[in-house]
């Protein structure tokens, strides 16, 4: 049973981290294009968007 705990605060740590991860690197990513100058302002309040909505 403690180990079950165990594997599940485990599992829901790297989740957790992966999660941080893959939306930071897709604020990067956007921030990248939109000081290269490209034409993305609606797209770069997207990743926002989704960040407050989840």
Not at 21 to 49: D, E, Q
Request: proline content about 4%.
């Amino acid at each position: 049973m403690v180990l079950l705990e165990l594997k599940r605060l485990v599992f829901s740590l790297v989740f957790g981290a992966y999660e941080i991860k893959v939306t930071f690197s897709i604020n990067v990513i956007f921030n990248v294009f939109a000081t290269c100058g490209f034409k993305v302002s609606p797209l770069t309040k997207a990743p926002w968007i989704i960040n407050k909505g989840l």
